[in-house]
């Protein structure tokens, strides 16, 4: 059965989410404030992710394993369906806070003009972009993350034809178009705070390669190309990242602000940063 998704409540570093019938816990560390509804945290939570290292952990199910929903899939609210898949990172396949912008830049971006989506994961900020007519060219360094791109494509009836799955490195992917002289009217990245490639010595640390990815995908742009990146880290906010365009692109347009989740308590989560780059 299709279940649709909702965020409850956050506070005291956790967040409390409603996925169809099931409501889990899960780590929220920008969630500093109390609930503001702690009384909903204890009734009926069917799920917890409890970290064990600084990146894993594990889930606590307080239902009977026969009960734990397989093939699990969830509606947004603009009617596309999402596989959810709860891993030992925490995460569970979907990124709500894409859903609230992507609409903006579909707008924004040439109609159906062609798209290179970086760290595509499992297409939360791509699959409504396909709906809508563009050709995306989806980058993910995980085997994971493109079988489930493709499953939410599939469930949502979309055609593969005129798009391109690359399943490499991002930034690898980055260079090597660089060198071919390719050009795109659209660059989408989501970039991790850490991130595997699909070498051993490939590795993407935010602080460290953020300003590297963020240049040479200009470099990918045609002319009056647009540039759209998201992060999750903390060590950049709007003031920093409108500065460091200001400098890394004095001679196009920088907008960036914060992305928030409205919980269903009425707070505001703060979920990332959106840069446009035009």
Same mark, same amino acid.
């Given at each position: 059965?299709?279940?649709?998704?909702?965020?409850?409540?956050?506070?005291?570093?956790?967040?409390?989410?409603?996925? &169809?019938?099931?409501? /889990?816990?899960?780590?929220?560390?920008? !969630?500093?404030?109390?609930?503001?509804?702690?009384?909903?945290?204890?009734?009926?939570?069917?799920?917890?992710?409890?970290?064990?290292?600084?990146?894993?952990?594990?889930?606590?199910?307080?239902?009977? !394993?026969?009960r734990i929903p397989e093939n699990w899939k969830v509606k947004s609210p603009n009617g596309l369906i999402w596989n959810i898949e709860p891993n030992d990172f925490g995460?569970?396949? %979907?990124?709500?806070?894409?859903?609230?912008?992507?609409?903006?830049?579909?707008?924004?971006?040439?109609?159906?003009?062609?798209?290179?989506?970086?760290?595509?994961?499992?297409?939360?900020?791509?699959?409504?972009?396909?709906?809508? &007519?563009?050709?995306?060219? !989806?980058?993910?360094?995980?085997?994971?993350? $493109?079988?489930?791109?493709?499953?939410?494509l599939e469930n949502n009836k979309l055609d593969r034809n005129g798009q391109r799955l690359i399943k490499e490195d991002a930034y690898t992917f980055v260079q090597r178009? /660089?060198?071919?002289?390719?050009?795109?009217?659209?660059? $989408?990245?989501?970039?991790?705070?850490?991130?595997?490639?699909?070498?051993?010595?490939? $590795?993407?640390?935010?602080?460290?390669?953020?300003?590297?990815? $963020?240049?040479?995908?200009?470099?990918?742009?045609?002319?009056?190309?647009?540039?759209?990146?998201?992060?999750?880290?903390?060590?950049f906010t709007p003031a920093i990242l409108e500065i460091l365009c200001g400098q890394l692109f004095p001679h196009r347009t920088t907008t960036c602000r914060e992305i928030? %989740?409205?919980?269903?308590?009425? %707070?505001?989560?703060?979920?990332?940063?959106?840069?446009?780059?035009?």
């Open positions: 059965m299709i279940q649709t998704y909702q965020l409850l409540d956050c506070g005291d570093k956790q967040k409390l989410e409603q996925i &169809g019938q099931y409501k /889990i816990i899960r780590p929220c560390p920008q !969630a500093l404030w109390p609930k503001l509804n702690p009384e909903n945290w204890t009734k009926k939570i069917d799920a917890e992710f409890v970290r064990t290292t600084e990146e894993k952990g594990t889930w606590d199910w307080n239902i009977p !394993a026969e995460n569970i396949g %979907i990124f709500a806070e894409h859903w609230g912008y992507v609409e903006e830049i579909s707008e924004e971006f040439a109609p159906k003009c062609s798209v290179l989506n970086l760290f595509t994961y499992f297409g939360s900020n791509a699959v409504r972009l396909v709906e809508k &007519g563009f050709s995306l060219t !989806a980058v993910d360094s995980s085997k994971l993350a $493109m079988t489930n791109y493709v499953a939410n178009e /660089i060198r071919r002289g390719a050009k795109y009217p659209a660059v $989408m990245a989501d970039a991790p705070s850490y991130g595997k490639g699909t070498k051993k010595n490939e $590795m993407f640390k935010i602080e460290d390669d953020l300003i590297d990815l $963020m240049v040479d995908c200009e470099k990918l742009l045609t002319e009056d190309g647009k540039f759209v990146l998201t992060l999750h880290s903390p060590r928030f %989740i409205e919980a269903a308590s009425g %707070i505001k989560l703060p979920s990332g940063f959106l840069v446009k780059i035009y």
